[in-house]
């Protein structure tokens, strides 16, 4: 069974530009969850998608957007980079098949995105 | 909203040896989920053990064990016989129970674990 799969895995943008990072899930989840990590604010939720809808936020700017198709595979896209934004972007699913929340989620190994 | 505190940035064992990362936690449910994770220079984060809150019983895995105190909200694991490939950053994680929570995880800062051999 395939894991979770992030792509790309590196990704260097200029400031004021917008990227797009992607994430496909374990075949049979529908709930995908993204997470910024950096060296000073640490492993932060950024949203999680379950069924194609948004079912929580974290507490980041507008900038900062999502979406999730019908295959489950989820978008993130971030809109006017600043260099705070350079940071390792981890995707994670679970398993369950309905909104109960999992015992489990599994990690993608992330993109690493620097803005300069 | 719940926080998670390591108080441990760094911490080295001897391979071979026992070590403990702590781990302490600020909620006001009395249903949820702890968590440790292990990332190792790959990045990519792996889950060592799960604690359910409504389980009196310490979860273990192998070499991994946990000592879950609720009432003084400590949540410690223990790393016996450790290894070389126990090397990694350990992040302690909080995950509500409630189905409004999803599966949003709440992690610490982390704990970055050194192996000598």
């Known amino acids: 069974k395939a894991g979770v799969t992030q792509t790309p895995r590196y990704l260097i943008k200029t400031r004021g530009q917008q990227v797009t990072l992607s994430c496909s899930p374990i075949?049979?989840?529908?709930?995908v969850s993204w997470y910024q990590q950096t060296p000073g604010q640490g492993l932060q939720f950024l949203f999680e998608?379950?069924?194609?809808?948004?079912?929580n936020k974290g507490n980041f700017p507008g900038r900062f957007s999502g979406r999730q198709f019908s295959n489950s595979r989820s978008e993130m896209n971030v809109s006017t980079l600043e260099l705070g934004d350079s940071a390792l972007y981890l995707c994670?699913?679970?398993?369950?098949?309905?909104?109960?929340?999992?015992?489990?989620?599994?990690f993608g190994q992330g993109t690493r995105l620097t803005v300069v | 909203a719940q926080t998670v505190t390591q108080s441990q940035p760094e911490m080295s064992v001897q391979e071979a040896e026992t070590v403990t990362l702590s781990c302490t936690y600020d909620?006001?449910?009395?249903?949820?989920?702890l968590f440790w994770y292990k990332q190792p220079p790959s990045r990519q984060m792996i889950l060592v053990i799960r604690?359910?809150?409504?389980?009196?019983q310490n979860a273990t895995e192998n070499r991994f064990s946990v000592n879950f105190q609720k009432a003084a909200k400590s949540f410690s694991l223990k790393i016996s016989d450790s290894q070389l490939g126990d090397a990694a950053m350990y992040f302690c994680?909080?995950?509500?129970?409630?189905?409004?929570?999803?599966?949003?995880?709440?992690f610490g800062g982390g704990t970055r674990l050194m192996v000598k051999p």
């Open positions: 994680a909080y995950r509500s129970a409630g189905i409004d929570a999803g599966n949003m995880l709440t």
């Open positions: 075949s049979g989840h529908r709930s």
């Open positions: 604690q359910e809150a409504y389980k009196q």
């Open positions: 994670a699913s679970s398993g369950r098949q309905d909104p109960r929340p999992s015992t489990e989620a599994f």
């Open positions: 909620t006001s449910e009395s249903d949820y989920y």
């Open positions: 998608y379950f069924s194609e809808t948004q079912r």
